[in-house]
């Protein structure tokens, strides 16, 4: 028998929980679950605007190896070379001007479908290659994982084209080729046999990307793609956008061949600011304008031409301009998911996130390659 007072016994201790200490480790849990959620809300759609961020790079540096091939030329917004045309699938004779997209493949580790798709005579109208699955290919470097239900042959980055007359911009997802030759800025004279090396140049320093004739020789007074080392030079390079995210580009359309990274139609694969422009024969007049919404001054000297009005960028062609009612194919203007930015990369090869309360002004003059050779106040970083 125990004669140990009950005073000395030794009390076990109780296994398992209060219901009040129960009740403050939940409170506890869910005030941390509280505290979190909002940081892992912000978290995934950081993470998914970085990885944007690093395809575009990675398609930013295939254009400047590319370039680095070519003497620092850029690969032109269509044109350069020919590949077969997959809406051309039954007869298999047809050929088609290759866009940028396709003419960087080979140095973004897509040799073999480019090999597929350029235009060669002795190998052309093999039906061992089906076009149709090879432009409905998924290049995941030219998608932004922010995208709502990425398609097959889709494309999320675009080209910078500068200005683009209205007429142009109006009909995007048609096949009407943005070229330097076509802008007729009126120095001497409206119409094509007014055409010469003013309105060239002036045409050359309102954007990047143009389109390009196969086989067109490189002088002044034709269709040449931009040098790197001009834009250099001239504006420079990290005040020079290269590429942007649009939302509103096409997918791949078996049926008419036409959309996706393989598309010819500016509004596939390019974006830029709509001028006032009309189409006289085979040329676009565009007037200068010193009115909202104009280009420059209306009648100046060349070294004037590009001095921005008050309102140079249309609210339609503005950083995430109309998101909710934007056609696609037929809305080249920057644009994404990320809430208020989109990411842009530049010609030094850097990726920016740039605001869409962007000024426009500011923004008109990141567009244009040469724009301080003509009228257009010079950049800071600390603009944008």
Request: charged residues 15%.
């Amino acid at each position: 028998m125990d004669a140990r007072p009950w005073s000395r016994r030794v009390r076990r201790p109780r296994s398992g929980f209060t219901w009040v200490e129960l009740i403050v480790c939940i409170a506890i849990i869910g005030l941390l679950v509280a505290l979190l959620l909002p940081a892992v809300r912000t978290a995934k759609p950081a993470a998914r605007r970085a990885q944007c961020q690093s395809n575009l790079r990675n398609v930013g540096n295939a254009i400047h190896a590319y370039a680095s091939a070519k003497r620092g030329v850029l690969p032109p917004l269509t044109g350069g070379c020919e590949i077969a045309d997959p809406g051309d699938q039954v007869k298999r004779t047809g050929v088609r001007e290759a866009p940028w997209t396709v003419a960087i493949m080979p140095y973004m580790e897509s040799s073999s479908l480019y090999e597929h798709l350029r235009y060669s005579p002795s190998s052309f109208g093999s039906s061992s290659v089906d076009l149709q699955q090879l432009a409905q290919t998924k290049i995941q470097s030219y998608l932004c994982p922010d995208t709502q239900n990425p398609v097959a042959g889709g494309l999320s980055y675009v080209a910078n084209a500068g200005i683009i007359p209205t007429d142009v911009w109006d009909a995007a997802d048609a096949d009407t080729y943005h070229s330097a030759s076509q802008l007729d800025f009126g120095f001497n004279g409206y119409g094509s046999e007014n055409m010469n090396a003013d309105d060239a140049e002036l045409a050359y320093a309102t954007g990047v990307f143009w389109h390009v004739p196969v086989g067109t020789p490189t002088d002044n007074k034709t269709p040449h793609p931009i040098n790197l080392d001009q834009i250099s030079a001239h504006d420079g390079t990290s005040q020079t956008i290269l590429l942007a995210e649009n939302l509103n580009t096409r997918s791949y359309d078996p049926q008419s061949g036409t959309g996706g990274w393989i598309s010819n139609a500016t509004g596939d694969i390019a974006f830029g600011i709509a001028v006032p422009g009309t189409r006289n024969e085979a040329v676009f007049r565009v007037a200068l304008s010193d009115t909202a919404g104009g280009l420059g001054l209306a009648g100046g000297a060349q070294e004037t031409a590009l001095t921005l009005s008050q309102d140079p960028a249309p609210p339609h062609c503005r950083i995430n301009a109309n998101l909710k009612d934007a056609v696609n194919g037929r809305s080249p203007r920057p644009s994404s998911n990320h809430m208020g930015v989109v990411n842009m990369a530049f010609a030094d090869g850097s990726c920016k996130t740039i605001s869409e309360q962007i000024a426009p002004s500011v923004y008109a003059r990141l567009l244009s390659p040469k724009g301080g050779r003509y009228g257009q106040t010079e950049l800071s970083d600390s603009d944008f």
